[in-house]
């Protein structure tokens, strides 16, 4: 039954035309071994990477809800490449915690918290990124960036080194109107609280594998990534898709709070 019911959702997400389940970086570079030092590797049972992550404290990794498709099992802190992870030091088993409005990724509240089964060691290779402490209003063009190890190319394959893309924040409205462009079996209505930026009037964004990454702009993370479309990145496109972590920040703090969910 649960077989069938993945096998269902994974349908019904490609009818949508939505790139769920990973999204990696098109027309980026790989981040110095010095930067974004708060990148996590969501992993599966067997070590494989299935989304992208944020360390936000020491007890918790910030995630997209529909990475749990993927069932999580443990996060890789302290690593930018892949092919290097000592299972001893970097890997952390996790509790998922997804957001309790969450159904689909077409109806968003694409948000999740990973409790880490033991502290993270913050060190000189893994720190923490800052959360905006209210909800915000990003201005339009402003310059962000997107991090992963998804996809280079649209079918193409995850890479082992954690690559980063700069993109530009797009105003609600033209996001709206171009994704209401689209053809009809993949269209979608923009459901609330998300960014768009990347994938639209530029050739960067994400792509999958990289779902789950952060949004960084002006040293906070603001936005998840969420989706595509129908996994096409060959940019430029529609715009890429982010959770609004501003309008989740009390549903986190009360979860960091009791550090439980």
């Given at each position: ?144 960036r997107v991090a992963g190890w998804g996809y280079t ?109």
């Amino acid at each position: 039954m649960h077989a069938l019911h993945g096998f269902l959702l994974f349908h019904l997400l490609t009818c949508l035309g939505l790139h769920a389940l990973g999204s990696e970086i098109i027309n980026g570079k790989k981040v110095p071994e010095n930067l974004m030092l708060y990148m996590a590797s969501v992993q599966n049972n067997e070590g494989q990477h299935v989304c992208g992550g944020f360390l936000i404290n020491e007890d918790f990794v910030l995630t997209a809800a529909h990475c749990d498709d993927g069932k999580p099992t443990s996060v890789v802190l302290g690593t930018h490449n892949l092919k290097k992870v000592d299972n001893d030091t970097m890997r952390y088993s996790v509790k998922t915690c997804k957001h309790p409005s969450y159904e689909s990724v077409s109806k968003g509240d694409d948000i999740m918290l990973l409790k880490l089964s033991k502290k993270a060691r913050l060190n000189k290779r893994v720190q923490l990124i800052k959360l905006p402490k209210n909800e915000i209003k990003i201005k339009d063009k402003a310059k962000c960036r997107v991090a992963g190890w998804g996809y280079t190319e649209t079918g193409g394959k995850k890479v082992d080194v954690l690559q980063v893309a700069d993109v530009s924040i797009i105003n609600p409205e033209v996001c709206k109107e171009e994704w209401l462009k689209v053809p009809s079996k993949v269209q979608v209505k923009l459901p609330a609280n998300v960014i768009c930026a990347g994938g639209y009037g530029t050739k960067k964004g994400f792509c999958r594998g990289d779902s789950g990454g952060p949004l960084v702009c002006g040293g906070e993370a603001v936005g998840v990534v969420s989706f595509n479309m129908n996994g096409n990145c060959d940019y430029p496109n529609v715009p890429n898709v982010y959770t609004n972590i501003s309008k989740y920040l009390s549903w986190i703090k009360k979860i960091l709070k009791q550090r439980n969910c």
